[in-house]
């Protein structure tokens, strides 16, 4: 059997020209973020509106100029004020603070408003001592000129009304007394009273004096009940009963205590730091004294 050969065709191989770049714009790769989402763009910085016309926040165009603000006004909040001294401060010290808020030199260059004379110039002080302690303590505590002067006033506005109200206490205890004394001994009351403090000016140590005056009616009634009958039954009096010493016409009783009653209610006697407050405690004493000698 003949052998049979086959042929293949000839290979054509064809040339496939080079690669050439992309007319287009070059991709960009994103950076690796390890599997996480990429981060979000941070939105552009902005001052809300209410604020944005606010002094103290020009300049003020990022959010680490926001934040460092922040941080500096809360540093200064825990900050002592400026100029104040600190506990530990020195006298020096304070007194330099006093001085720069107001504080006068010396105590004595405060001034207190006292009134008027008649003559327009400044009335002295009722009470020297008084004025000069108070200045004193001002001082030392380093008020100023101006917050003395109006505590001052309030001083004595204080004592004004407290020696007003101790003057209408004075005088309903006065009323107490006779009305009480007239309930006891009747139409008898006034020399009964007159005899017993007698007695008690002769008798009483002087030292108990202040005490004797501290009695309110009703003691003061019930330790003359006990002097009078004491009297009455232990000694005897050979000056007629209702008789003014030294003799002379009767005087009027009611009258001597109208004048004390509106002796009571000058500021002399109200008012504790007046000049004639004494003089006129003991005159008022001797007023009431004479229209208890009446009958």
């Known amino acids: 059997m003949p052998e049979t050969v086959v042929t293949s065709p000839p290979l054509t191989v064809t ?3 080079p690669a050439t770049a992309s007319p287009t714009a070059p991709v ?4 690796a973020t390890n599997g996480q989402p990429p981060a979000a763009t941070p939105p552009a910085f902005a001052i809300p509106e209410a604020y944005k016309d606010k002094p103290y926040l020009k300049g003020v165009d990022s959010l680490e100029k926001a ?3 922040l941080d500096g006004v809360e540093t200064k909040l825990g900050q002592r004020p400026a100029g104040i001294p600190a506990d530990t401060a020195t006298p020096e010290e304070w007194n330099k603070f006093w001085a720069m808020m107001g504080r006068p030199e010396t105590a004595d260059k405060y001034q207190f408003d006292y009134g008027k004379n008649a003559d327009g110039t400044p009335k002295a002080p009722t009470d020297l001592e008084w004025d000069k302690a108070l200045k004193q303590m001002l001082y030392d505590e380093g008020i100023s000129a101006k917050q003395a002067a109006n505590l001052d006033k309030k001083f004595q506005a204080v004592i004004a009304e407290t020696m007003k109200r101790k003057g209408i206490i004075d005088q309903q205890l006065n009323a107490d007394f006779d009305k009480l004394g007239t309930e006891v001994y ?3 009351r006034d020399k009964v009273i007159a005899r017993v403090t007698g007695l008690i000016k002769e008798f009483v140590n002087p030292k108990l004096g202040a005490g004797v005056a501290k009695l309110n009616a009703e003691q003061l009634m019930i330790m003359s009940s ?3 009958g004491m009297r009455a039954k ?3 009096s050979d000056t007629p009963p209702g008789t003014p010493p030294g003799g002379g016409a009767p005087i009027n009783a009611e009258a001597l205590r109208a004048e004390a009653r509106a002796l009571m209610n000058t500021p002399a006697y109200t008012n504790a ?11 008022i004493n001797e007023l009431y004294q004479k229209a ?4």
């Open 15 to 17: 040339a496939v020209p």
């Open 28 to 31: 960009t790769m994103p950076p």
């Open 67 to 69: 934040l460092a603000m």
């Open 186 to 188: 009747g139409a008898e």
């Open 226 to 228: 006990v002097i009078e």
């Open 234 to 236: 232990f000694i005897s």
């Open 273 to 283: 730091f007046d000049p004639a407050h004494e003089a006129t405690k003991t005159r």
């Open 292 to 295: 208890s000698q009446i009958k």
